[in-house]
């Protein structure tokens, strides 16, 4: 390798990696070093903002969480305090929860924002949780095959997952998992579809079962009974409100979620695509490469931003997961022109679009049909160009 | 305090303010309200020598869940330093034995660079201000006047100590003064310190008082001379089968060892100062304590050293974005592979698959 100057549109010394990468060897190895070029200029100057930032978010949450429970005292106070309990349950898991686990402020070294010491307020056990989702989604991102965050197990999200007659229930299945989605998060980890399929065993679930028992049992202590019982005869109102702020959450989590790879136009990748280094291994420049091809982004304003947990920059989080979740706006706007220069797509469009977009995959995705010809970079008709 | 914190600490409170737990809520209001964790407010930051590694004392307000130290014991002191990061040390408490929730000091030497964000005892020396709040651990350690039921407790009490390494043995020495009948240790005290020079004397003031008065302590200060076993036998013939405390840096400690030999009366504390190897090849040797394995440092990364030597530490992306691998490194210098920067903080949390160690490395694995 001589140059590494980025000229995507010269012409290579070699050809394209693959049909599906058009950038020579030189060009993705540029490209992986202006990404990395990002990453150490955002790293190099963390500090007091973002630890201001995050502990006020966190303040946030503390208050509208104690804001919610008091008000469930008060009758005619019942919609404020499920809205409270609610905004507060999304904060917690999305901008505090996902990107404190994520390790994005494990430099700031205090044991309240450590990804090995926090735990969030949902049932799904944090410690089992960064595992699926850390590393094997993380590093996997839209492998088939290796990614299980490809329709969770559930649900046929891409074309390449083979049909089978179950598939006919794919939007009921995504309903279900949309008003249960911490649950299905909870879940996820025993891996269910791979012990139908004969790939794991049964007893390798036996370490997760205490784990996961005891988070369920406290989540559901302290949501269905102790809160309850504290405000006494309004018992079955609590009961109600703490229902409906979990579901809440749960509805949004999973239209942000789902927003995140499933949109018209974002690729999947197979293991043989991810090989395309000397060694057999895959190249950092191609990870980056699969990570903007993975993912989409939701456009909006800052506090839509906040309430999505940045995930509304999925193509920033899943080229730098480990970077604060405050800096993707600040740096979207580099990636997208650095994107825009190599000729990749950057998927990115308002809520409705997106979620309008993964609820038709969802259920054109439930019949066989004929197979959509797979979208070309920066030509998919759903891939907003980069330019835009 | 003692209801209210009967309360917060009770198991309801607990499964109330589940998974965050129960001190991450009064923060929010007051840095002063805790169940379970230690904080405290400096109360004042007072020098006590000057130079290039100055010398404070600083009194601390703790939270009502401090329990309360023993004379000689240490705590640990959690600093955010600018740029948010919070570093922790570990400080010997100056002051005579507290009770839980009463005012301790620690009396602490600016260590490193005269770069305040690089050192957490730089920054208690010239930087805290009165209202500053640390993070603190309980007190520990057992450097502490510890006598067998079958001693008599008037005997002998010696102590040894080198530069700051004064600290614990002046918190033995006020203890004894303050409970002591009349003002008097009610036994007899020698206090032999060493310093570099009669400006880098510690508790001078304080320690000329403790000579002058007469109240059974032998105080000897001995400035810019170096521990002998001859001095140490002209001043306490019997010093062999005395009870003794001896705290300072290793070389002095080492002579004390050598004079003292075999006996059972020494007791040694000593004041680490983290060696820093600079970068450049593969050198030093790799431990992993944990699993008892050493090996020299082959350049590679900690986790791949790990796995040559035979180790499977968890691990998952391998490269620095899942935290899995996340391994306390008790000691040494590492260098991020994928930025470059070193770091030489003991008991770091480092990514063992992307930190790869300068020199002598234990990792806790």
Redesign the interface.
Known sequence: MTTTQAAPTTGPTTGPVSSKVPLTPEQLKAFGEEMDAIRQRVLADLGEADAEYIRKVVKYQRGLEVAGRAMFYLPPAWPLAVAALSLSKILDNMEIGHNVMHGQYDWMGDPGLNSRMFDWDTVCPGEQWKYSHNYIHHTFTNILGKDRDIGYGILRMDEDQKWRPYYLGNPVYAFLLMVLFEWGVALHDLEVENIVSGKRKLEDNKPLYPGLMRKIRRQALKDYLLFPALTGPLFPLTFAGNAVANLVRNVWAFNIIFCGHFPAGVETFTEEECRDGEDGQETRGHWYYRQVLGSANISGGPLFHVMSGNLSHQIEHHLFPDLPARRYPEVAEEVKEICQRYGLPYNTGPLHKQVGSVFAKICRLALPGRRTPKATPAAGSDVAAAAA | MSFAGTILRSR?VA??T???GVD??PE?INPMWAANEVRARVLSVHRETGGEHPVATITLQPTSTWRGHRAGQYVQV?V?L???????RCFTISSAASLPGETITITVRAQGEARPGQSVSRWLVERAQPGDIVHLSQAEGDFVLEESPATPTNNHLLFLTGGSGITPAMAILRTLLRDGYDGRAGRRVTFLHYARSAEDQIFADELAGIAAADNDVDVVLRHGSVFSEFELRRLVPAYAETDTWACGPGPMLDLVREAYADSTRLRTELFNVASVVPSGAAEGDVAFSRAGRQAANTGATLLEQAEALGLRPTS??R??????C?ATKSSGTVRNV??GEESSLPDE?VRVCVSAPVGDCVVDL
């Open positions: 309801a499964a109330l589940s998974p965050h991450r809520y929010q959690g955010d600018p740029g948010s990061r919070r570093t922790t998952g992306c490269m620095g974005i899942c935290f899995s996340t994928l930025t949390e």
